[in-house]
């Protein structure tokens, strides 16, 4: 092993020559300023970054969910570990009464993958895998998929899968990970999350109305589709499709605790007992500087997103992962496919937006067309040689039409 | 057995007092026999001291006094002892030619015998080295052989080759600085399109910077293995150009 070293250490300067070299004729991508990347961590989680913002999933034993979302490089991400075991905190999931689902949570982790997909320029995008136990019955392993997609203006879409498909009945009372004070946490509640630091904002709007932030305890903004939690320098406005509301016994809410501000979307079974379940979510958050009224805008792509039309094809994006032509989650791959190595878009979208196109042979490189825009208005990503994902910076409005192609 | 020279003395002698003893017309007169015994005598003397020259002297004078052929076996004798063999021969078979029946015939034939075929390689050996005294002799009488050749001064061809490869180096080196730049101004690209007009060129400058390097390279390695192997030869390949109106020439020589 020694001389191993030696020898590896003798051809070092030459190995290292050989990299500078290489790396001096390899081709670097195309990444401005406001690029979103991701970047891998060791301990299996790692840092999806923008310009101005960075979601971080946390390393180590603990649930790779999100445990920090930096804005200007200030954490304002919701934290109280000290709080009932159950309860909101960072991001992630409750089975009320169960220990809650999050980076940081008592929930163990039995399953816990966090896989790159897209790696930026225009989206990022992050799967984890995930699973866990219940302590009263180990052959209940509730899990799923978090698929978290992030674009360069501080758009962050989630959505999650959870499911348990073991029918064995448990209660609560014997699966609580600490006793309920409250009657309502002695039913189960599935529940997904976000929470914000309170201190990191000052005003919450979800009516035409701007508010002070809700006490701890105080309960708000129940069935909005969209919430902007503020401060002068930056606001983030939370979504959830409508699409997904009521019928199917989905409710969102936001509530102040002690330390944060959480915003949730409730499966309330209202059982005292958990058969198997499978559930279902889509949210986002939306990193805005100015003001609330351009972060409700584009809030509201997300809970009621406008139909784009594509050569002729009306279609919404992706509930997944808001990309038109993205993941539409029946197994097949995303992409609208050009037969005619065109793509022509037209429609209202008031907020940015992306499309998710397949060319129908290789394509090295694109260019996108639009009456009266040059420079970075949009922003192309090659997920194959095929396949382009493109982000525009600006709403599209009545009358124009972008054109897409090869170069 | 009687020793050789003991019995020629005693025979000679005898013979010389014989023929005192003859008619005086037919024989040399008494003086002379008195003569050629006292040569005799004195010749004896200085056989038996090993002064063989001085022997065959009198043993001589005694014969030309006497005409006795056994003096002239003696004088074989003599010169047999001085190691004369060819003279020794000749006088053995004189004397066998004036007494072919004498008292020591057989003993002269037999050194006849012994001395013919010394005597054929003496003479055999000394046409030879006359023979090589004549190839010497003619040797030196020719005209000296003509100065070597001037070597041809050392060929170029290997070092116009490492300095066309150099050449192709530099150019590719060229193309690299320029892909540099166009890398640079690739990574701080403000929107698509000018990252992919960029891009089109840096694969372009780069392509042409490695191919220049390879180039490059393979060109002065050659040019370097020629010139430590094939023109490492004086009389190596030559090339010459010449640029005329009609056009251009290039001339590979090979001196052989």
Redesign the interface.
Known sequence: MKARRMQGSRWTPGLAAAVMATG??S??P???DNAVSFTASAAGGGTATGAGFALRFADGPGFHFPDKLLIDDADVMGHDQAQTCFNEDEVGFRIVPTARITATGAAPAVKNLLVPALRGPAVTQVKLDWATQFNCDATRAPGGTSTYTMFPDGRIVRFDTIADAVSNEIVPSKCACETPSRSEDLLFTISTHWTLARTSFETLSFDSNTNRLPDDGQEVAANFDATCIARDSYQVAVAWPASMASPMGLRTATRGRASLIEFRRDLDLGASQLKAFSYDNSSAIFIERAGCDAAFKRANEHARPSALTINGTSMKPSIRDGIYGGDAGDGLPPGIDLPDKRAELSGTVNSSFAVWLRFPGSTD????TLAGK???????QQVDDRTWIVWFRDPIGAGQTVTVEP? | MIPRPLALALAVLVALLVLGAGPASAEPDADARAKASAHFKQGQAFFNRGDFDHALAEYQAAFDLSAEPLLVFNIALCHDRANRPEQALAAFRRYLELAPNGGVADEAREDVARLTPIVDKLAADRTAEEARKREAAANASRPPPPPPKPLAPPSRVPLYIVVAGAAVTAAGATF?VL??RT?GR??D?????S??AD??T??LQ?GL??GGYAAGAATMMTGLILGVTVFRQREAPQVSAAVTPGGAMVTLGWAR
């Open positions: 001096c004729f081709v670097p195309y990444e401005p490189a694109i260019h996108a040059t420079g970075a208005w949009y922003m192309p170069r | 690299h892909s540099s890398r690739l990574e690209a403000p929107d698509p399109d990252y992919f891009r089109d840096f694969k780069r910077a490695i």
